[in-house]
Every structure is written in structure tokens, then in C-alpha cells.
């Protein structure tokens, strides 16, 4: 079985500047995602961060990718936008995108969606639950109830600035009163994206259970799949035109 | 200008059996509602109720009215299926549908969702602050604010089974920790139709102003387009086959 | 590895009425059916005829189908109302349905779409192009172009009273100038559905590699996944309410 | 009542260059537009065009401006990046855009879009059948039938690289073998936007009274609605956190 070759992108600077990030995430939350993900025989994990050259995305990278998977937060200014350009275009040719949390304000999610992606926040740590509302989809396979809770998260709500999305997965509660798209689906050309919402830095979400559950699935779900090759532009009438 | 005729149903028993209900809404659900639309100029309103002949819906009625609002809850049963099919046929052929509240188990909605609309509800009294996920559709507009509250409703709560909406207006929080999606777009051949939550007998909500606005609002969206005249069946060659 | 097990239903009328359809399914459609599908080493295939008792659908064979397909045509109203709720409720518990061709009419699709599901249609025989217009999803992979060609087919056209499709996999082209919405997916709760347009039983649709690998495709991605239990009804507060 | 003001922006490039344009359009697209919609009472209607300082849309304009819409061609790319930036934001902002024809390919729509809008094209002329799928939607109300045909067009077919619609009204049929999604609405925040296939430069589309049917429609549908007042950003909690 060829296996689906994931690359887990990370701004990895919060986990340098934080003592509390760093003790949460010690080797960097792409590690830990690197970690949960490499446990699957089906899939193949490698990580690339914003320091390195090209912020790790280097054409060789980028095309031996199936999946990226993008958390950034601070210093989404800092991504070039050559870079943006060419993650969308690999995006549009079929590569898989599951952006996390504040990646919901990446470049490179906003320019697939071609809106601000804005919304409401509040960092102060609050109980979120994810509730599934389309239990059929694949991506919530293998989820024990209708909801998860995280216990401590920090909060996203609406009017959360987004296309309506193709499927919703998930919609989450917060304690402090709000409610929230958690789980969307988008197509673009042959690319799909998926965009989950939890995952804050200063807490645990990416050790839970649940969590992990459903980014799995989602990089089986956002994998290519071997589509028909598309021909744009001029075309021959294919029937009499009289 | 023409004017829109709405005709409000009510199952109209919970009025008449509880007096919680009746200090409430002591001439009816039904009235109520045929009272604050009556005040939009555009609007023609009367009412009907489970317990008058047919239903109230008499063929004379039921092509008479451009927008039927439907609220029931303990009778649904009582409800015929042949009017139900009416009901449906009518949609079909351009009749607006706004459903309220319990009437997602109503036999008209969910013949015409084909689901069972099925829910999680706990009747305690709870906030409900109804969320605008979608600014630009019409059914938001005039509303002050990006969400409002209800200080005590019935909470119903995901996973809610229902087709994914066309169109998804609104998403309630509610303070026992629930999520759903309370304010639902669908299009059924000529008919459209609007699943709105609240309005739980035993509390005000229909004298509160948003519910109101977005009750007259769904109204104006769901009144019949002069859409283009649809012929079915055996069709001969528009252009030569071979 | 777990098999996907499918049964495919047949009204299988024609077949024994007419003999130029027999000429072309001399088993019948679904043995055609069955056939290239029992070349799926992940795929275990059974058939059920209308004729059968309680048509071959009894609770033991439902029970046992991962995903059920279905072709009917002349004999739709011969379907027993009490077999058309046992499909529909092993649907909405997480079976998949796939409607081939005049399937659109049958008792059991429309139930599950809630309109009328009428068309145009027109039985001369004329080429139909199905185009690819969502590349992306997993029941158009491994279709070398972004169209196939089937030479002779019976048309179906808009205006088709369907809901609006939660995806819209192909349109179809026909030489005598009509358009059709061909491949068309749903949700219902836990259960997946999708209809395919092609398969007049007058023409040998069935046996073209194209059509064979649609079918193939939406039996994989109709299958159930093991999605989350669901729990309807009374709801204890997850949160204190005040 | 308060009108709903247009502004109608055209390149104006191939009327100048030319002559075949010129006979058809001698006062050029916009002039065209804009004589049919200034026939609605409820409609105030300017123009813009591209060789205009700013092209027409300066602030004071843009900020006038309830509905835009855009028809361009051969000077995609002399359109200011700044301006295409603003006229985003305006929409995003609550302002309806309908793209007309090849303003499939402009930075403008492409840009709200996320993705390539490549498609297949053939510029011979032949015939194209404009089928209506979506018959309650305004922007079809009061065609006759639910099909027109246009008796000349440039070709525009599937494969065409746009996210999957909101709602499609349209899906056009083409002579020479090719389909389209031809009538497709999106939402991008508090605006609406619409894209018409039909219109190319040589063809005398614009006069067609169903095509200006559509457009009128398009515009009442893409006014803005008097939308909730959004606030994104840091957000109190609404409700206490334990």
C-alpha cells in the first residue's frame, strides 16, 4: 500500500519564547502531532517550520507531500508570500490542507478562501465542547460519543468570517457563552481543505484522544485521490457545432 | 402591491389544557404571531387550527396562502395525511413553509426533509443567545446586534437530524452546555422553507423583538418568486440528435 | 480487512418482458452489476429481485448490507410501503443507497429526498456526456478525462425536483439539448446516498469501464463509516444551567 | 423607497479596438447595461470603466456603490492590484458584485473565489441553452420558461475551477458537446456576489430580454440587506466561565 506522505507545518516560535508553550509542547506542537500521526502504518511523517530556509517548504517538500498540515499563529506576517502562492497552487494540483486553530488568520488559508476569516476570541481558558453534526462524514469516525469535551481551550466564535462551508463536521459550545463552526470542509479544484479549530498553544489539546482521532481521519479524508487529469483553455467542439 | 397572505397554524391545545400555557398566550400561539405580523403592511394575515374542519385547511385556504407558519407539538399525530400531502404539494408548488420550534416533528416538516428530525431537548427553562452565522442572508436583516438572547427557552440540542440546510442563518448556544443549528434554509421544488427554533409554549418568546424580526423577515424570504413556468415529463428533442 | 457487502436490488421486470432487454442483460441488470463489482476483492456481492418475498429485502438480508443499490423503473408502485420505511430507516441508521437511472422515481428515493423527483426524459436513445465538476471527490477517481461518453442513452433533464445536492459530482450533456445534474450526493443522518443518472435498460450502460468504476467508487464512499453513537430524546443539562 | 444604486464597470477595450465589438456595442457593454437597468424605477445606475482615473472606482464611487458589476476581458492584468483590495473589502463589507462572462478570470473575482475560475473555452459561436435548476430562486423569477436559448455564444465548459456554489440557478448547454454551472451565487460576508456566464463582446447577448431579466433580478438579489452590526476581535465573556 502506498502510504499518504504528510508534512506537519509549525510556526515553532511561540515554544521558544514561552515558558509555559514550552512546557506543554517541549519539542514543539509539530512534534506532537508528528508523534500521534506516526503511529498510523498508513501514513508517512515528516515536519518543516518557519525558520528553516524556505520555511521548510521547498519545492522537493512540497511536491513529495499528500497533506500539509499548517499551526501558526504570531507570525503569520513572516510567511512569504512566494510560499503562499505555491502551497495554494499545490492545494489547487491535489495536496491535501488541515489547517489548525489560529491558522484560521494563515495567509495561506485566507487566500483559499478569499475572505478575512475574522472572528471573535478569548485566551482566558474555558471548557469547549465539539459537538458532531454530521455523524456520517468520515472525518468523525470513530468517535465514541456525539461530543467531546476540552476541558481548557481558548475560545473562537462567530461570526467567524468564512465561505459557508461545503460540509460542516463540528460546531462547539464555549462556556463563556459562545458557539462556533469547528469543523469545515472545503473543496478547491482537486485540493481539499479541512480546518478544526481547537488547539491553543498553552494547553494539552493535541495529547487528547479525541483530537487526535479526528486529525487523523482528516488526513485520510484530505488525502489526492487519483482524480481525472483536467484540461483548461481553448477546447475543439467535441459535436457538430450545426 | 401585492400583498403576501400568510396563514398561521397552531395546533392550538396546550392553550386550552394548561393554564401556564394560557397566561402566556391567552388567545393562542397563533394569535400572537398573526398580531405582530399584521402590523407589516405587506402582509395579509388569518390564522387556522388543528381542531377547526380539515384542519383549517381547506383547499380554498390553502391556495389562498403565499407563506404557511406551523407550530405544533402534542398532536402531531392528529395531524391527516391527507393534509399533510396537500401541505406538501403545496410547497412543492411554491408555498412557503416556516416551521417553529416543535414543529421539526411535525408530519408536514418531516415529509419534507425526508429525516426523522430527530433531536436531543430538555424543557428546563435556559438562556438561548441565537447566533447570526450568515449576515448577508435576508431573514438577518434589521437584527442590532450579531447574536441575541432568549432568557428562557426549551433547549434542543445537535446532533439534529436533518438534511445539511441549504443555507444555515443561525446557531444557538444554550447554557446547559448544548449547540444547534436554529435557523435552517431549504429549497423543495417552488417552496421554500425556514426552520426556526424557539418558541416554546411555556415562555414569551414570541413577544420578544428578534424573534419577531426574524419571523416577519422569513416571511417576506419565503413568499413565492412568479418563477418560471416547469414542464415534467416526456420532452421531445430540442436539437437534432444526430 | 473487513468487507464491504453489497447487495444490489432489481426490479428485473424488463428483462423477463422484453426481449431486447434481454438481449443486452440476459441475467438481469443486477447480475451485470454484481459482476463487476465481485471483481472488488474488498467488496462481498449479493442481489435481491422485487419478486423475491418481501422483494429480497427481508430484516436479515438488510441487516447485513453495507450498501444497497437499487435499480427500478416500470414497478415502482409494486415496492411495499412497509419495505420502503425498513430501507429508509437502515439508511438513516448508516446504510448507503445508491439510486441508479429511473431509480429517481422510485418509492424509496423519494422518500429519502422529500420532493417529487420529476424530470424530463425522452427515450430515443442519443449520446450522453457526463462531465467531471468536482475533481476532487472520491467517486470520480481513477476517470481518465473529465468527461466520459456513453453512445446511446435514454435522456433525463432538468428541471430535476431534487434538493439541492450536498455535492454535485457530474452534469450530463445530451445530444437532443437537455442537461441533467447526473451524480448526486447526500446525507440522511448516518446514512450516505448518491444518485447516478446512467443506466437505461435498452443499452449496455452497464457493461462501460467508466460506469463500472463510478459504481465501484460510490460503494466505497458509501459505505458506513463507524461513526459516533447518537442520542436522541430527553438530555440532562452537560453544564449547571444557572 | 430608497434605490438600489448600480454601478456598471466595463473595461471598454475590445469596443474601441475592435469593429465587429463596435457594431454590436457601440456605446460600449456598460451603455448597454445600464440603459436596460435604468428602465427599474428602484434602480439609480452609473458606470465606471477601466481607463478612468482609478478606474473609475474611487473611494467616493465604491462607497456609493450598493451593487457592482464587472465586465472585462483582454486587461485583467492592468487592473491595479490596490483596487482590486478595495472593491474586496467593499464587498466583504455588505456590496453586491455580479461578474459578467469573462469577469470569470478577473482579479476581482478570483479573488474572492480562492481559486484559479480556469475553465474551457471556444470562442465560434453556437448555441447556448441556459436550463434553470433552482426555479424558487429570485434571480429566476419572471422567465418564462425554465430554459432560454441564446442563439450565439462563446463556449464556456466544465472542468470549471471555481468552489462548489453556494446555490446554482443555471446550468448552461452548449452545441459543440460542453455544459457549465452558468448561474452561481456565493456569500462573502456581509456581500453577495453572482456570477453569469453569458455576455461575450461580439454577441448581441446584452439586448437578449431574458439575459437582462437575469441581471435586473441579480441585482435586487445582491443589494445589501440592513445586516446585524458584526464585531470581530476580543471578545468578554458572555456568561461566566466556571
Not at 514543539?28 to 503511529?39: N, P, R, V, Y
Not at 499548517?70 to 512569504?80: I, L, S
Not at 490542507?97 to 474555558?126: N, P, Q, Y
Not at 498553552?202 to 486529525?215: K, N, R
Request: with cysteine; charged share 25%; hydrophobic share 40%.
Amino acid at each position: 500500500m502506498t502510504k499518504v506522505r504528510v508534512t506537519v507545518w509549525n510556526e515553532y516560535r511561540h515554544e521558544k519564547l514561552h515558558q509555559e508553550v514550552a512546557d506543554v509542547y517541549p519539542q514543539g506542537i509539530h512534534e506532537t502531532i508528528a508523534e500521534f500521526l506516526g503511529k498510523d502504518a498508513e501514513l508517512e511523517v515528516a515536519t518543516a517550520t518557519l525558520d528553516e530556509p524556505e520555511h521548510g517548504l521547498t519545492d522537493e517538500v512540497l511536491n513529495a507531500t499528500d497533506v500539509l498540515i499548517w499551526w501558526g499563529h504570531m507570525a503569520h506576517r513572516d510567511v512569504e508570500d512566494a510560499v503562499v502562492e505555491k502551497v495554494a497552487k499545490r492545494v489547487w494540483d491535489g495536496m491535501g490542507l488541515i489547517a489548525l486553530h489560529s491558522a484560521h488568520f494563515s495567509k495561506v488559508f485566507r487566500r483559499l478562501m478569499g475572505t478575512t476569516c475574522d472572528l471573535k476570541w478569548r485566551a482566558e481558558g474555558e471548557k469547549e465542547r465539539v459537538w458532531v453534526v454530521e455523524p456520517s462524514h468520515p472525518i468523525a469516525a470513530g468517535l465514541p460519543k456525539d461530543y467531546f469535551e476540552i476541558p481548557l481551550e481558548e475560545m473562537y466564535g462567530e461570526r467567524f468570517d468564512i465561505p459557508a462551508p461545503d460540509e460542516i463536521v463540528f460546531i462547539s459550545w464555549f462556556a463563556g457563552g459562545n458557539v462556533v463552526r469547528s469543523g469545515c470542509c472545503y473543496r478547491r479544484n482537486q485540493g481539499k481543505i479541512f480546518y478544526f479549530r481547537p488547539g491553543h498553544e498553552t494547553f494539552p489539546t493535541f495529547f487528547q484522544e479525541e483530537v487526535q482521532t479526528v486529525i487523523t481521519n482528516a488526513v485520510h479524508w484530505a488525502a489526492p485521490n487519483k482524480g481525472p487529469k483536467l484540461e483548461f483553455g481553448r477546447s475543439e467542439a467535441l459535436d457538430p457545432i450545426q
